[in-house]
């Protein structure tokens, strides 16, 4: 693994692709978090992809507005919103023209780990940042940073690239009312700290 100060952000064509590709290639890459004096770091373990207005779990469902416009515009943005007290840390992710973007749903801490203890008062580790709200407090990630670039080595949050070889599982999407047919959700299969460890035979490996 590369040593945390000499982590480069992936490029903003990374993310200028379709979202489930990029969901699918986000897992193994390494979330870098600013914060003061201190770095945080998490290898990305769980993401989901989400779509435009086809899409009925995504943010876009009902056309543009204020709040989720960034899934219209530049890929390569962080696009945070708040559900039930949760900051959710997404990246707006799309081909030119279309609309979507990736939930990071959970990370494996690897530097930094007493802090985010500290931030979530928390003391479980495998409970640390298993889940798209617990990373966002672990990491303090919230409003602020919205619509900063994490293709930018200057961002206070942004994602380098990974060493990491893994089987990827997929799955649909966690906590939605509608899905689309197809698995939309992706994780390193057998990671302790995805945020839910399917049970056999509800997901399958790419």
Request: glycine share 8%; proline share 4%; aromatic share 10%.
């Given at each position: 693994?590369?040593?945390?100060?000499?982590?480069?952000?992936?490029?903003?064509?990374?993310?200028?692709?379709?979202?489930e590709?990029?969901a699918?290639?986000?897992?193994?890459?390494?979330l870098?978090?600013?914060?003061?004096?201190?770095?945080?770091?998490?290898?990305i373990?769980e993401?989901?992809?989400?779509f435009?207005?086809?899409?009925?779990?995504?943010?876009?469902r009902?056309g543009?507005?204020?709040?989720?416009?960034?899934?219209?515009?530049?890929p390569?943005?962080?696009?945070?919103?708040?559900v039930?007290?949760?900051?959710?840390?997404n990246?707006?992710?799309?081909r030119?023209?279309?609309?979507?973007?990736?939930?990071?749903?959970?990370?494996e801490?690897?530097?930094g780990?007493?802090?985010?203890?500290?931030?979530r008062k928390?003391?479980n580790?495998?409970?640390?940042?298993?889940?798209?709200?617990k990373?966002?407090?672990?990491?303090?990630?919230?409003?602020?940073?919205?619509?900063?670039?994490?293709?930018?080595?200057?961002s206070?949050?942004?994602?380098?690239?990974?060493?990491?070889?893994?089987?990827?599982?997929?799955s649909?999407?966690?906590?939605?009312?509608?899905?689309?047919e197809r698995?939309?959700?992706?994780?390193?299969?057998?990671?302790?700290?995805?945020?839910?460890?399917?049970?056999?035979?509800?997901?399958?490996?790419?």
């Amino acid at each position: 693994m590369v040593r945390h100060a000499c982590r480069k952000p992936l490029s903003k064509r990374f993310y200028q692709r379709d979202p489930e590709l990029v969901a699918k290639e986000l897992l193994g890459k390494i979330l870098v978090r600013r914060l003061h004096k201190e770095t945080l770091e998490g290898l990305i373990v769980e993401t989901e992809a989400y779509f435009g207005m086809e899409d009925p779990a995504s943010r876009a469902r009902h056309g543009m507005k204020r709040y989720n416009a960034p899934m219209w515009g530049e890929p390569g943005i962080a696009f945070i919103y708040n559900v039930h007290n949760n900051w959710m840390f997404n990246v707006v992710a799309h081909r030119e023209g279309e609309v979507g973007a990736v939930l990071i749903r959970a990370v494996e801490p690897i530097h930094g780990l007493e802090v985010m203890k500290r931030n979530r008062k928390a003391k479980n580790v495998f409970e640390l940042t298993n889940g798209p709200g617990k990373l966002t407090r672990a990491f303090k990630i919230d409003k602020k940073l919205n619509g900063l670039p994490v293709y930018s080595i200057e961002s206070e949050v942004f994602i380098s690239d990974g060493e990491q070889v893994f089987e990827i599982g997929s799955s649909h999407r966690i906590g939605v009312k509608k899905d689309l047919e197809r698995e939309l959700r992706f994780f390193i299969k057998g990671n302790m700290f995805v945020s839910k460890r399917p049970t056999r035979g509800v997901y399958r490996t790419l």
